[in-house]
């Protein structure tokens, strides 16, 4: 069976998306900058991987990390203009879900 072809962007856009945790992370930065110990225990995420997502999104210009000089030295990460640009996508998602989804299988 020969493949479609897919828009490259859209292809890469649901590759960035579709690696686990990603999604949830944007999601959780949609409120406000947030501290890397925070996100951690809101999503219950180990920090190897926090670690490497968070990086990965910064690459990608999607999450901005910012040094906050002080004793000691504080670390918060929020979303860049492209990363609040999907704050649609996902509301979106969170409205069909309410309805679609049964958390209860």
């Known amino acids: 069976m020969e493949r479609k072809n897919i828009c490259p962007r859209f292809e890469k856009a649901l590759k960035i998306l579709n690696h686990r945790w990603n999604?949830?992370?944007?999601?959780?930065?949609?409120e406000c900058p947030q501290r890397y110990s925070t996100i951690k225990n809101q999503l219950g995420i180990s920090s190897r991987v926090l670690t490497e997502r968070l990086k990965e999104?910064?690459?990608e210009h999607i999450v901005a990390r910012t040094v906050i000089p002080s004793t000691?030295?504080?670390?918060?990460?929020?979303?860049?203009e492209k990363g609040h640009a999907l704050a649609p996508v996902l509301k979106a998602i969170e409205q069909w879900s309410s309805v679609w989804v049964n958390t209860e299988e």
């Open 72 to 80: 000691p030295v504080v670390i918060e990460y929020e979303l860049t």
């Open 57 to 59: 999104l910064e690459s």
């Open 23 to 30: 999604t949830l992370l944007i999601y959780q930065l949609l």
